[in-house]
């Protein structure tokens, strides 16, 4: 998804745009979840870049969408840029240290 928004629409309250905003954010990202994964790919995980008016996007972190909405609201400007990405994500096997399996043996 790449897209601008609108922040002030006529005949609409500012609050009720922003809430529609982020609906639409959210059925984008829950359809894209939705999506049947490739063989070998364990999520999807989302790539997102956030610019407030004309300015250039910067790369922001997934759980970070919705407060970089907010403050563009707040900040009073004209128009956002939200652009998300699904990429393939692969989960790092966890490594158990020797540390803790030293420490259970000593308990038994």
Known sequence: MKKTFKLNVENKHPDRQIEAIKHEIRKYIKREKNKPRPEGVDFWKFNCKFGKNEEEPK????????????????????????????????????????????TNEEDN
């Open 59 to 102: 790369v922001i972190d997934f759980i970070d969408i919705t407060k970089n909405i907010d403050e563009a609201s707040n900040e009073k400007c004209e128009t956002l840029y939200m652009e998300i990405l699904s990429v393939a994500g692969i989960r790092e096997p966890k490594v158990v240290s020797d540390e803790t399996t030293e």
